[in-house]
């Protein structure tokens, strides 16, 4: 998850996030559409042969062929709006927001922590960080500074669970 | 989309038409639960090597593990109840109803006319073909007896629409 | 609920049912739309002193002032489009269907009978009666020539229900 | 908006602005929920002769008539869970976050600035003022440390905006 109108340094975090989510052989889920971060990590994940990359949209179709990704595999078009955050977190394994974001990220990362989603914070603003890391959950907030970093939480994790 | 509580011809049916979509490379999207032609679609799709199974469940989560169909691969969590109907209509480009269903089937039926996909009924009772070929829509209902028969009107529409 | 685009005798009843449903202080819900039967049964509402009617809108908002019902009391903006139609039939305690509708009206009916909603049809076509008392339900599907009839039904249902 | 969980403190702002908003004859709109800040919201409309109450609740109905704050006069059953906080806000001439909350309250002032929705912090904690007022909107966060503030900011803006 993470803002559509995104900083250089998100774009290139995203991407290789993406490239190395579908390197594991996992399924990268996002906003899908056509902008920012959402773009970015879908394209990253589309370098990798094999890759499935899954776009849940707030609108009810692509009617003017601009709105979606063109590297989202499968196109969710779930006309609901900005209530399709919602399908997004709880779609997910894992959430992680990328960067700072806007109001929609925020919105996603806190949906994270009310539906009990592990939620990972990917070089987050020291506002974000200190926010999210308040608020009462049963999950907790994690923090990574490197694509690599939030792969390798995400793996301590689920090891854990599988013990 | 069709009855959860299928017949055994229902089953037969959404098997067969399962396995063709796949066959034929394309996607195949349903509600995604454990029962009736939803699961049957998407068994007869893992038949065939590659396809892709994607079900949009109305939970938030398969909390016992035992909603969501194993033959599905991609599970999107709506948690917004029967709403999700109408993601599994918008995401679709074609919408099938198999059998006679429930009222839950009669619903995306419904909304596939309301929302302008073309829609098929494949093997419908009666009282369901003479009720929804009497519905105003911009889009014509489309009748098949046998899953190859859905198979060719996609075909040929696809070919009408890409001249 | 019914038909945004509706017969002079279906905006009829759908007035005559607003002023009885408003008559007996029951709060009048509609999707809410400055169309059809939803306008006119909110017409008919308003014309009873003290009577409330609630709009449940697919938008996110009346950005041009002309999308809801001048005789809505209170606009619920949903934003999840077509999805509304659930909110509608859930928020109701009865669902009457008014006229034929046309595929909106069609699949409200059906989520009704799929919630476990009781549903009234008032004077629907031939079609509709067969097909919405063909379907499997929980729940029974009443039919009323008359407004004044709906109204008997759903006091006949209430007084069962108190018993 | 407000946490389920809530302090004393919270409990108490809510009842005074719940009363202060249905003292203005405005309607009150909350989660609908018997808890915390929806409860107390709603409890001190009603006592105010003449308000309006309506509850937009995340449940499909209110199964065991316990889930439902009494002091709702009109509950809107949404059955999309958490994805009907994006209905309060759009619902909403003004979205007014009542002290810290939890993710549930972080999501909703999060979507109210996505959606353009004038948003008043109520007593917010540190990190939560300072972290929505840092994200961009189209909309400015307003701060207030009483009820009647609320009311004040609310009576400014709609005096600015009928100019």
Sequence with gaps: MGGSNA????????QE???????????LLTG???AGVMHAANAGAKTVPGS????????????DGTGVSPAVDVAIFT???????VVNVLSSDFVVACGGGG?????????????GKPLVLLAPPDEARIFFTSLESSVPVA?????????????????????
């Excluded at 900083?7 to 995203?14: H, R, S």
């Excluded at 006309?79 to 955050?85: S, T």
């Design 52 to 63: 499935l990359t899954i776009g849940v949209l707030p609108s009810a179709g692509d009617l």
């Design 32 to 34: 899908g559409r056509n």
């Design 79 to 85: 006309g609901i709006g900005e209530a399709r955050n």
């Design 17 to 27: 996030l993406g490239a190395l989510i579908a390197g594991e052989g996992w399924v």
């Design 143 to 163: 923090l990574a500074a490197t694509a690599q970093e939030v792969i390798d939480i995400i793996k301590t994790r689920n090891a854990a669970c599988a013990r």
């Design 7 to 14: 900083t250089a340094g998100e774009v290139q975090l995203a």
């Design 103 to 115: 109001p929609g990220t925020a919105s996603e990362a806190a949906l994270a922590l009310k539906t």
